[in-house]
């Protein structure tokens, strides 16, 4: 894995059919830059924020049930003290905040971000993976056998680095 | 408007012949121009100006207290609790547009959602500080969260006021991050576009080192649906329990079941027409007719058209109940409603909101920009009518003839209100100057067709 070939094509049905030959080629390891997303797969950060979400609406709950039953007890015009539908709301609010920052925050650690410099940054290409060329990064041994594999889907760049 | 064709209604979300290049270049050209747009300083001066008022208005509220507000008994809740809800309803208007028509995969939410989020952003922040300048003394406001207090007291969880204490404080923070997250990719392509140094650092520390790896796509668009579908019923909630701030106090006029679904409708109508407010001269100033066309003007005309039935229905009902209800001091709060001194804001809202929003049924009403920017205006206005009906001319019959009064704004209150309309666009300009004002990542979507047709 001593060679970095990073190979950007035009549309996203390009970079498509040549990452389907990349993979039954077995050539190396790869990783797409694309402006949009292309492949789908799924993720543990809506589990995460499903979890944070239960937990922060259980200790919202809990919190106000423990004030007005133990900590400070108010008689509001003989209501119960634990008046418990009146402890909703804010145990909704606490829910979705709790869940909102679970996914916002779980979001950069399931991605390893922030990370302002990637060896990828190195190909001059990679400047416009944001913009409009998908790209696909590719780590190998063989880069010739790569390029093989390659020139059947006709890429508008190849660039080329030791790894 | 350089070889554009005016809008129509039946145009696609994207006019054809757009393409992914294009669409990035112009998009990112606006913030990473060297010298501002000439009329951006025409329009950001005023506003400036207009914050600065905020500024001095709060100073002077801070040295000599809420008394310089026209506020007093009866009416103890005047234009800081009312423009907070009018704020709180623009605000929560840009959320509707931005998650709950995302869920629904409408095709126009992509051009338009990023203006709509700043309007959130910028309406709540405009709203958050009115509940913290009317407490009498707001430097004790942190009296409201949970603390472990030395004196052992705790806040009145039963309270509807502080149910909306935790709800805005949600709702401020919940929009800042989703705002965040959702131009995380746009901020790489800045970064990847800018030229000079200094703007590379700042797009791409912003950025997070965002690169549209496989990896981040797939957490990215996870995450960001699931926050869509939480900020959806959000949204909801927190208008609700404005309206229970009313709705909870056995106060004529406002001890209504109906007022957090009215309050909903308010919001409906009233973020519908401020976006309408800021798309229309926003496409035609940044040459962006191309991406929000006429498609966009006709579904947020419609959007606006069906929320004024909602706000109708909801003020037949508001007269029906009074009617309805065997309360005497209910219907003496309805009739000085309708007829009595502040009469003229409750026609006003009914007009505003309802009469003049009808026009709209006809499709060559809503091509006309000029008018819908002018029955926009109006619904705003209008809007702010209503909750100056709901909060003033309620207060102002209680029970007791003997505890009547008539309320009136003071200077202080107009110039803190102008103040925040000046916070507001201050706000906006900011964002049009610095950041992307198309979510380019998913106009890129339906510019670049993910499966070409077999």
């Known amino acids: 894995m001593n060679t970095g070939l990073f190979v950007a094509f035009a549309t996203p049905q390009a970079l498509d059919s040549a990452l389907r030959s990349l993979r039954a080629a077995r050539v190396g390891t790869i990783e797409t830059f694309t402006p949009t997303p292309v492949e789908t797969g799924t993720s543990i950060v809506p589990v995460l924020v499903l979890v944070g979400g239960v937990l922060g609406a259980i200790a919202g709950f809990l919190l106000q049930s423990y004030a007005d039953m133990s900590a400070y007890p108010l008689d509001i015009g003989g209501r119960p003290f634990f008046s418990w539908p009146a402890f909703v709301p804010i145990a909704f609010e606490n829910g979705v905040l709790a869940a909102i920052l679970t996914g916002f925050f779980g979001y950069f650690v399931a991605t390893r971000l922030p990370r302002l410099y990637q060896p990828v940054d190195e190909y001059e290409t990679m400047r416009r993976a944001m913009r409009d060329l998908w790209c696909v990064a590719i780590r190998t041994d063989e880069p010739e056998r790569a390029r093989q594999v390659l020139d059947a889907h006709a890429p508008a760049r190849i660039e080329e680095l030791p790894a | ?454």
């Not at chain 2, 409750?346 to 006309?368: A, K």
């Open chain 2, 1 to 454: 408007m350089s070889g554009i064709p005016a809008p129509h209604a039946f145009d696609p979300v994207v006019l054809p012949g757009s393409n992914n290049q294009d669409l990035t270049d112009q998009v990112c050209a606006i913030p990473l121009r060297r010298r501002a747009f000439f009329w951006w300083w025409v329009a950001i001066t005023p506003f400036a100006v207009l914050t600065g008022v905020l500024i001095v208005g709060i100073l002077y509220l801070f040295y000599a207290g809420v008394g310089i507000w026209g506020i007093d008994w009866p009416v103890a809740w005047g234009m800081a609790i009312l423009s907070y809800v009018w704020w709180i309803a623009i605000a929560s208007g840009g959320t509707f547009i931005s998650a709950l028509f995302y869920l629904t995969r409408s095709e126009w939410r992509s051009s338009v959602n990023r203006i709509a989020e700043s309007m959130t952003l910028f309406g709540a922040a405009c709203a958050g500080i009115y509940p913290i300048l009317h407490l009498g003394r707001p430097w004790l406001f942190y009296w409201l969260l949970p603390y472990p207090a030395t004196m052992h007291t705790w806040p009145q969880f039963r309270s509807p006021l502080l149910w909306d204490f935790f709800a805005i404080l949600t709702y401020v923070t919940s929009s800042v991050l989703f705002w965040y997250l959702g131009l995380l990719p746009d901020l790489a392509t800045m970064r990847d576009h800018a030229q000079t140094r200094g703007k590379q650092v700042v797009y791409g520390v912003l950025a997070m080192g965002f690169r549209g790896s496989s990896t981040q796509w797939r957490h990215f668009k996870a995450t960001y649906a699931v926050l869509a579908a939480i900020m959806a019923p959000l949204v909801c909630s927190v208008h609700s329990i404005v309206g229970l701030d009313f709705a909870g106090a056995a106060t004529v006029g406002w001890h209504s079941t109906q007022f957090p679904p009215f309050f909903i409708f308010g919001a409906f109508l009233s973020g519908f027409a401020t976006v309408l407010l800021l798309v229309i001269p926003l496409r035609r100033l940044l040459r962006l007719e191309r991406y929000i066309t006429g498609r966009h003007i006709d579904v947020l005309c419609r959007l606006m058209l069906t929320s004024s039935l909602f706000v109708g229905y909801a003020y037949i009902m508001d007269a029906f109940q009074a009617f309805y209800g065997s309360d005497h001091a209910e219907l003496v709060e309805f009739t000085e409603k309708v007829w009595g001194y502040y009469s003229g804001i409750y026609w006003s809202t009914i007009v505003f909101n309802v009469l003049v929003p009808q026009l709209l049924w006809f499709r060559r009403v809503r091509m006309r920009q000029v008018v819908v920017l002018l029955i926009s205006f109006g619904i705003i206005v209008g809007m702010w009518c209503e909750r100056y009906t709901i909060v003033v001319v309620s207060l102002h019959r209680p029970r007791l003839p003997s505890a009547w009064g008539v309320y009136h704004a003071t200077i202080w209150d107009w110039l803190t209100l102008a103040g925040t309309v000046g916070l507001f666009f201050t706000g906006i300009l900011l964002v049009v100057r610095l950041l992307p004002v198309i979510s380019m990542f998913e106009l890129r979507e339906l510019v670049v067709p993910r499966r070409t047709p077999p």
